[in-house]
């Protein structure tokens, strides 16, 4: 007959059995979790800078003024201003500088013309597009404004 008091519990080998299983399970799916998250930070990015010519457009024909967005790309980092009456003496800011930074190697790529997107009281644009590209797959975001609509699009590429 068994003694009550004693109290099963696991050994050794079954303990290093489990560990191996685990870290053979994270060593696996580390990389695939990691790359999703650079790839959802891309994505939220592109969403972002996507909102903002949005909002901006709206507000342009909201107001019936021209709304001038400035890009200014360096390394990982893309700075987003949005002014209206720019081109006159007294520009006025409206808003906050939006600054997007990313981790890992990407870079911003702007076409607008002088970096400036512009949207009339209309609510057309000069058209052109920011790239988010993650240099080391190739793989990004392309947010494009159609001149004659304004239209804002987002479209990722490989």
């Given at each position: 007959?068994?003694?009550?008091?004693?109290?099963?519990?696991?050994?050794?080998?079954?303990?290093?059995?489990?560990?191996?299983?685990?870290?053979?399970?994270?060593?696996?799916?580390?990389?695939?979790?990691?790359?999703?998250?650079?790839?959802?930070?891309?994505?939220?990015?592109?969403?972002?800078?996507?909102?903002?010519?949005?909002?901006?457009?709206?507000?342009?024909?909201?107001?019936g003024k021209k709304y001038e967005i400035i890009f200014a790309a360096c390394d990982?980092?893309?700075?987003?201003?949005?002014?209206?009456?720019?081109?006159?003496?007294?520009?006025?800011?409206?808003?906050?500088?939006?600054?997007?930074?990313?981790?890992?190697?990407?870079?911003?790529?702007?076409?607008?013309?002088?970096?400036?997107?512009?949207?009339?009281?209309?609510?057309?644009?000069?058209?052109?597009?920011?790239?988010?590209?993650?240099?080391?797959t190739g793989k990004g975001y392309r947010i494009s404004v159609l001149s004659t609509?304004?239209?804002?699009?987002?479209?990722?590429?490989?």
């Open positions: 007959m068994r003694n009550s008091s004693l109290k099963s519990s696991f050994t050794i080998i079954e303990l290093v059995v489990c560990l191996v299983i685990v870290g053979t399970i994270s060593a696996v799916t580390l990389p695939y979790c990691w790359g999703a998250y650079r790839s959802a930070e891309a994505k939220t990015s592109a969403r972002v800078v996507a909102s903002i010519l949005r909002s901006t457009k709206e507000s342009a024909r909201a107001q990982n980092n893309l700075n987003i201003d949005v002014y209206t009456n720019l081109s006159e003496v007294n520009p006025l800011k409206v808003g906050k500088t939006e600054k997007l930074s990313l981790s890992g190697s990407y870079e911003f790529r702007i076409t607008f013309y002088n970096d400036k997107a512009i949207f009339t009281s209309f609510g057309t644009s000069n058209g052109g597009s920011v790239y988010i590209t993650d240099t080391s609509s304004g239209r804002v699009k987002v479209l990722a590429f490989d």
